[in-house]
């Protein structure tokens, strides 16, 4: 069920990462080495977003932390972040899952992303650059081959790095992650139904963003995003 990884090095009291008061800027801020927590926390998160989890098949703590080769303490901690944030359900025998989609579940991912996704990318547009359109380019190129390949995997993360790229120019610290929240919610269930139905259906509207994006054109790109969550979301419809 899961991809095994490696975190080299035992995790000491050295890798938490004291408070400190002193202001520091994003660079910094990303450049600081993450904790034992956080990278666990990412780790899981990732799986949630590419289909490392299965709807239907509860995991134990312990045998989250055999896989990724870690104890079972940061593990235990990064679970119960994502069990607050609704990725996972937590169940009395030191066991998780994926909460079930239903059919009110959707309709709430879906009038979320709706809303949200479409203003993102109009606070994005004034910060938009030639280089970063080139980069939304390059990476839309990469979804087009892994449709033609059946690559589902890189399709899902080709989509992933696509949106965000976008949304991250919105500057807007409060909506992406609630955004970011709403995508680990659904993307489990996503790699199955493109598990069932393959890529070469798949339709999205990245080329209409684009040009919208090259044009300055608000309106067409909220419509671009509004469709391509519409289509997304349409196909996960037909599973429920």
């Not at 490696?6 to 990303?30: L, N, W």
């Not at 899952?97 to 994005?124: D, G």
């Not at 120019?169 to 919610?185: C, F, H, P």
Request: aromatic residues 6%; glycine residues 6%.
């Amino acid at each position: 069920m899961f991809e095994k990884r490696r975190y080299k090095g035992a995790m000491t009291k050295d890798e938490i990462v004291q408070p400190d008061t002193t202001p520091e800027s994003a660079a910094e801020a990303e450049a600081r080495p993450l904790t034992a927590h956080e990278r666990i926390y990412q780790a899981l998160r990732e799986r949630l977003l590419f289909g490392g989890f299965l709807p239907g098949k509860a995991v134990t703590l312990r045998g989250l932390a055999d896989n990724l080769e870690v104890s079972p303490m940061p593990v235990r901690d990064a679970v119960r972040r994502l069990t607050a944030e609704g990725a996972l359900e937590s169940h009395g025998n030191r066991r998780v899952s994926i909460p079930a989609m239903t059919e009110k579940k959707y309709h709430e991912i879906n009038l979320t992303r709706s809303l949200l996704e479409p203003e993102l990318a109009e606070m994005a547009l004034p910060n938009v650059t030639e280089a970063e359109i080139q980069r939304l380019i390059t990476i839309d190129d990469a979804i087009d081959a892994c449709l033609e390949n059946g690559d589902v995997e890189g399709y899902m993360r080709g989509n992933h790095a696509f949106h965000f790229a976008l949304y991250e120019m919105a500057r807007s610290d409060v909506i992406i992650k609630l955004v970011e929240n709403v995508w680990m919610q659904f993307g489990p269930f996503m790699r199955l139904v493109y598990g069932r139905h393959g890529t070469a259906n798949l339709i999205d509207q990245h080329k209409q963003a684009i040009d919208a994006l090259q044009q300055g054109d608000s309106a067409a790109l909220r419509t671009a995003i509004s469709e391509d969550v519409h289509q997304g979301t349409l196909l996960l419809s037909d599973d429920l």
